[in-house]
């Protein structure tokens, strides 16, 4: 071994950001996309139990009617809890957690950009979410029934950038992330349902969250192949993106140290 | 190269005091320089480490660095970083976190293996290639992390307790790695406790304490009006003669004495009056070095 580090032929000039896009896609599907599959394919699992249950029920009991609209009704669970649980998984710690454990202090010693660095995990783990989404729909299709609605992806991607942007602001702000990101989701909920005619104060406060709770009509048009209520669907997308290229300001401009 | 202007940093702490770690800090270190800096735990080194890197914002004045604000040179020019606590995340394997450091410093794809390699192989981490960081000892972490840090061809080079954790071998191996990075277009930045370290390393050694700059020592310069320092002294003859030569040397076996403090003046007359009487001398050196002294007088009073 010798006493002296050989001078590299390395001239100073950016860091390969594009390349390492595939290291952040590997993080993910290693350290939140088996994961989300894993809930997935557990849910999956309970839905084929329950249809197959009720299947067994309506047979003992002379029943003859469809089980299309349970299914609908699964497909449309199937896809809710995808998209949520993705987005948690997928979001927790995409900022907060370099900061947390002192992990930028190498990423950002070299020469790459901080918000374009986090930009393009937000885009590597949307892109890798949408992924596992399309194993999901085949592995739906393998245990409850083939089905492979053409508006899944663009309705997937959507609902996944608009929910991910929230997450994505409040882990560029917050720490406990997954935890802020699912509590403004169950407010955006049960305030839309409840306060969302309000005229008042209330309904003025609710109509400034995403309206989540109109997802689910969403996906339901996408389980039934009817037209898309696109509305709902533009207002989160739109809502998400705006919140994600706020949090790039946030992490651009943000101190990387806690003290 | 690197320049602090009436630098001041305050944070509130986990109880909502304010507390002021750097305040009034002004310091210029010029392209080529080896800088090191001292001061107890607490002073604000690493403070003014993440300042100068743009992990922070100053409250008051200004840095900079090459003439740009430190996260605009950073991001443009990278800079060659080893943290005080090396944080990389433990399930990453010791190779695969140099290829991927190699990536975002630029290291282009047909020379990165390579380069990982002579790193891996140049700081005798190779039988650990395969390991997960958190299998890592502290010594071999510390490594990586000095490697990470040597990936790209950096003008600036930031370390911040570097052989913290390193065995002897490994610290003196890691002396050597500094003087051999050495170069006219280099700044390089070391923050240690350890003075002797600094005393062989730096040029100059900027003493902090309560976040204020103390004093700045030049290592390098031995000036005839240096103050008075106790000596050791170790002869393989004429012992017999020290008391007499030096009034108050103090015998501490096997040929060594302890001189009471002298002028440089003084003890070049002593010595050679010695020489002249047939006494032969091994060896001459200070009790501390002048850099001890003068970090004992900066701070030591406080923290006595």
């Given at each position: 071994?010798?006493?002296?580090?050989?001078?590299?032929?390395?001239?100073?000039?950016?860091?390969?950001?594009?390349a390492y896009g595939w290291w952040q896609m590997r993080d993910y599907l290693i350290n939140k996309g088996i994961a989300t599959a894993l809930i997935m394919g557990l849910l999956l699992f309970l839905s084929w139990t329950?249809?197959?249950?009720?299947?067994?029920?309506?047979?003992?009991?002379?029943?003859?009617?469809?089980?299309?609209?349970?299914?609908?009704?699964?497909?449309?669970?199937?896809?809710?809890?995808?998209?949520?649980?993705?987005?948690?998984?997928?979001?927790?710690?995409?900022?907060?957690?370099?900061?947390?454990?002192?992990?930028?202090?190498?990423?950002?010693?070299?020469?790459?950009?901080?918000?374009?660095?986090?930009?393009?995990?937000?885009?590597?783990?949307?892109?890798?979410?949408?992924?596992?989404?399309?194993?999901?729909?085949?592995?739906?299709?393998?245990?409850?029934?083939?089905?492979?609605?053409?508006?899944?992806?663009?309705?997937?991607?959507?609902?996944?950038?608009?929910?991910?942007?929230?997450?994505?602001?409040?882990?560029?702000?917050?720490?406990?992330?997954?935890?802020?990101?699912?509590?403004?989701?169950?407010?955006?909920?049960?305030?839309?349902?409840?306060?969302?005619?309000?005229?008042?104060?209330?309904?003025?406060?609710?109509?400034?969250?995403?309206?989540?709770?109109?997802?689910?009509?969403?996906?339901?048009?996408?389980?039934?192949?009817?037209?898309?209520?696109?509305?709902?669907?533009?207002?989160?997308?739109?809502?998400?993106?705006?919140?994600?290229?706020?949090?790039?300001?946030?992490?651009?401009?943000?101190?990387?140290?806690?003290? | 190269?690197?320049?602090?202007?009436?630098?001041?940093?305050?944070?509130?702490?986990?109880?909502?005091?304010?507390?002021?770690?750097?305040?009034?800090?002004?310091?210029?270190?010029?392209?080529?320089?080896?800088?090191?800096?001292?001061?107890?735990?607490?002073?604000?080194?690493?403070?003014?480490?993440?300042?100068?890197?743009?992990?922070?914002?100053?409250?008051d004045g200004r840095v900079t660095v090459g003439g740009m604000r430190p996260r605009e040179y950073a991001e443009q020019q990278g800079v060659g970083y080893l943290s005080e606590l090396v944080n990389i995340p433990p399930?990453?394997?010791?190779?695969?976190?140099?290829?991927?450091?190699?990536?975002?410093?630029?290291?282009?794809?047909?020379?990165?293996?390579?380069?990982?390699?002579?790193?891996?192989?140049?700081?005798?981490?190779?039988?650990?290639?395969?390991?997960?960081?958190?299998?890592?000892?502290?010594?071999?972490?510390?490594?990586?992390?000095?490697?990470?840090?040597?990936?790209?061809?950096?003008?600036?080079?930031?370390?911040?307790?570097?052989?913290?954790?390193?065995?002897?071998?490994?610290?003196?191996?890691?002396?050597?790695?500094?003087?051999?990075?050495?170069?006219?277009?280099?700044?390089?930045?070391?923050?240690?406790?350890?003075?002797?370290?600094?005393?062989?390393?730096?040029?100059?050694?900027?003493?902090?304490?309560?976040?204020?700059?103390?004093?700045?020592?030049?290592?390098?310069?031995?000036?005839?009006?240096?103050?008075?320092?106790?000596?050791h002294v170790v002869v393989a003859r004429g012992a017999e003669l020290m008391g007499d030569v030096f009034p108050g040397a103090v015998a501490l076996g096997r040929g060594e004495f302890e001189l009471p403090p002298l002028?440089?003046?003084?003890?070049?007359?002593?010595?050679?009056?010695?020489?002249?009487?047939?006494?032969?001398?091994?060896?001459?050196?200070?009790?501390?070095?002048?850099?001890?002294?003068?970090?004992?007088?900066?701070?030591?009073?406080?923290?006595?």
């Amino acid at each position: 071994m010798s006493t002296s580090i050989a001078p590299t032929t390395v001239m100073p000039g950016r860091g390969r950001l594009g390349a390492y896009g595939w290291w952040q896609m590997r993080d993910y599907l290693i350290n939140k996309g088996i994961a989300t599959a894993l809930i997935m394919g557990l849910l999956l699992f309970l839905s084929w139990t329950a249809l197959r249950g009720a299947e067994a029920q309506m047979a003992a009991q002379g029943y003859q009617e469809s089980l299309k609209p349970i299914i609908d009704l699964g497909f449309v669970e199937f896809m809710s809890n995808l998209i949520l649980f993705g987005v948690l998984f997928a979001t927790n710690g995409i900022v907060s957690e370099d900061r947390k454990f002192g992990y930028y202090k190498f990423y950002f010693s070299k020469p790459v950009s901080v918000a374009g660095f986090y930009g393009q995990k937000f885009a590597v783990h949307v892109a890798g979410l949408l992924l596992v989404a399309a194993l999901m729909l085949v592995a739906h299709a393998l245990v409850i029934e083939p089905r492979f609605p053409p508006s899944f992806f663009p309705v997937a991607a959507l609902a996944v950038i608009g929910l991910a942007g929230i997450g994505f602001l409040v882990s560029a702000v917050f720490t406990l992330d997954w935890i802020s990101l699912f509590a403004i989701y169950a407010a955006a909920q049960i305030g839309w349902t409840l306060y969302g005619d309000d005229p008042g104060i209330r309904g003025t406060l609710v109509r400034g969250l995403p309206p989540v709770h109109q997802l689910r009509d969403v996906y339901g048009a996408v389980a039934r192949g009817e037209p898309l209520p696109m509305d709902p669907l533009w207002w989160i997308f739109l809502y998400g993106l705006a919140c994600f290229f706020v949090g790039l300001v946030v992490v651009s401009r943000r101190r990387l140290a806690t003290s | 190269m690197i320049e602090f202007a009436g630098v001041g940093h305050t944070y509130r702490n986990i109880i909502g005091r304010t507390v002021r770690a750097v305040d009034d800090f002004s310091l210029e270190i010029p392209v080529g320089e080896v800088l090191g800096l001292a001061g107890p735990n607490g002073a604000g080194k690493s403070t003014l480490i993440a300042l100068m890197l743009g992990f922070l914002h100053p409250t008051d004045g200004r840095v900079t660095v090459g003439g740009m604000r430190p996260r605009e040179y950073a991001e443009q020019q990278g800079v060659g970083y080893l943290s005080e606590l090396v944080n990389i995340p433990p399930g990453w394997r010791l190779e695969h976190a140099l290829a991927r450091y190699a990536v975002l410093s630029g290291v282009p794809s047909r020379r990165q293996r390579a380069r990982v390699n002579e790193l891996i192989e140049q700081l005798g981490l190779g039988e650990h290639r395969g390991k997960k960081v958190k299998q890592l000892s502290k010594g071999n972490l510390q490594r990586l992390g000095l490697a990470q840090a040597l990936l790209r061809d950096d003008r600036v080079l930031v370390l911040d307790e570097p052989t913290h954790g390193l065995d002897p071998v490994w610290t003196q191996r890691f002396r050597d790695v500094v003087q051999s990075l050495r170069r006219p277009d280099r700044t390089i930045f070391i923050a240690s406790h350890n003075l002797d370290e600094l005393q062989r390393l730096a040029d100059r050694v900027a003493i902090i304490d309560r976040g204020r700059l103390q004093r700045i020592v030049e290592t390098r310069t031995a000036t005839p009006d240096m103050p008075a320092t106790v000596y050791h002294v170790v002869v393989a003859r004429g012992a017999e003669l020290m008391g007499d030569v030096f009034p108050g040397a103090v015998a501490l076996g096997r040929g060594e004495f302890e001189l009471p403090p002298l002028e440089m003046e003084a003890l070049n007359h002593g010595l050679s009056v010695l020489i002249a009487r047939g006494a032969l001398i091994v060896s001459v050196n200070p009790a501390h070095s002048a850099l001890e002294t003068q970090f004992r007088e900066a701070v030591g009073a406080r923290l006595a």
